[in-house]
């Protein structure tokens, strides 16, 4: 099993195991899936409204308590859980779901959600990972020469 698949199999298992109101993948694993990243160490979850049952469980999970990751004190982090060798999941808890995209197996966060979540956490390491996305999309090189060959004041270009 390679490891999308290991990560596709977590998913699936957590989304039977925990109930709540929305179960949605996020971070750099739908970022992976979007071809914008090239891997993703862990899977990030957001549960919207999860039920007391769903709290519980994580807690008994639990094999790092989260206070200890949560980003300049702004994550909505309840739980990190190490699935297996290979990677942690951390579960986000959320009042209201955040602008989705529906699959065919799960829900995923819409990369802009993403985008503006690691603007808001204000990580250096997010930053970077922010670049790498914007070098995907466009390259210094190419970047660079488009805004040098566009006329001045051509906004249309």
């Not at 899977?43 to 200890?68: F, G, M, S």
């Not at 739980?79 to 009042?95: L, T, Y």
């Not at 065919?104 to 930053?127: G, P």
Request: positive net charge; aromatic residues 8%; charged residues 30%.
């Amino acid at each position: 099993m390679n490891k999308t698949e290991k990560f596709e199999s977590a998913i699936a298992h957590y989304k039977a195991l925990l109930p709540c109101e929305r179960f949605v993948v996020t971070g750099g694993f739908v970022l992976f899936m979007h071809g914008l990243y090239p891997e993703t160490k862990d899977l990030d979850i957001i549960l919207v409204n999860p039920t007391e049952e769903a709290k519980t469980i994580l807690q008994r999970l639990q094999t790092e308590l989260p206070a200890k990751k949560k980003p300049n004190g702004k994550s909505d982090l309840i739980a990190k859980i190490q699935h297996d060798p290979d990677f942690s999941i951390d579960f986000f808890e959320a009042k209201k779901a955040p602008n989705l995209f529906s699959g065919d197996r799960y829900c995923s966060a819409t990369v802009s959600h993403i985008i503006e979540a690691k603007e808001k956490a204000n990580r250096l390491k997010d930053w970077v990972q922010l670049r790498r996305i914007a070098e995907k999309i466009c390259n210094q090189a190419k970047y660079t020469s488009v805004i040098l060959t566009a006329p001045i004041g051509d906004e249309s270009y």
